[in-house]
């Protein structure tokens, strides 16, 4: 399974920006979808999430601010994140637990990152 994202850069305080993730391969099913942010030193944390069903979480500190979106059919999904802060400055990266076809179970992905920069 791959995962293509794409977005983010430099954001101005206050502005919003809009990541997307494709997962793409051999997939009979994607459990869960979404999104984790990092900064150096500090361990990678969920920022949104949907699950199969639809229902998604969101951190408390995006939360109100944030939508997470998908595209089954295309298996996408897109973050708007807005209100951006300095704190939203790090590496975001895509991630989905997924099962392949001919596999009996899901594992997880990981997308390359994106840097999303919060700066005037």
């Known amino acids: 399974v791959q995962l293509q994202a794409s977005g983010g850069g430099l954001v101005q305080p206050g502005g919003s920006l809009r990541l997307s993730c494709a997962a793409s391969?051999?997939?009979?099913?994607?459990?869960?979808m979404g999104w984790y942010r990092q900064t150096p030193g500090k361990q990678r944390n969920l920022v949104a999430a949907?699950?199969?069903?639809?229902?998604?979480s969101y951190a408390d500190s995006v939360k109100g601010r944030s939508t997470l979106s998908r595209d089954n059919a295309n298996n996408t999904v897109y973050l708007q994140v807005n209100s951006l802060k300095a704190e939203d400055t790090a590496v975001y990266y895509c991630?989905?637990?997924?099962?392949?076809?001919?596999?009996?179970?899901?594992?997880?992905?990981w997308g390359q990152g994106t840097l999303v920069t919060v700066s005037s």
């Open positions: 991630y989905t637990n997924a099962r392949r076809n001919g596999y009996l179970r899901p594992q997880d992905y």
């Open positions: 391969g051999s997939i009979a099913r994607i459990n869960v």
């Open positions: 949907i699950t199969s069903g639809g229902i998604t």
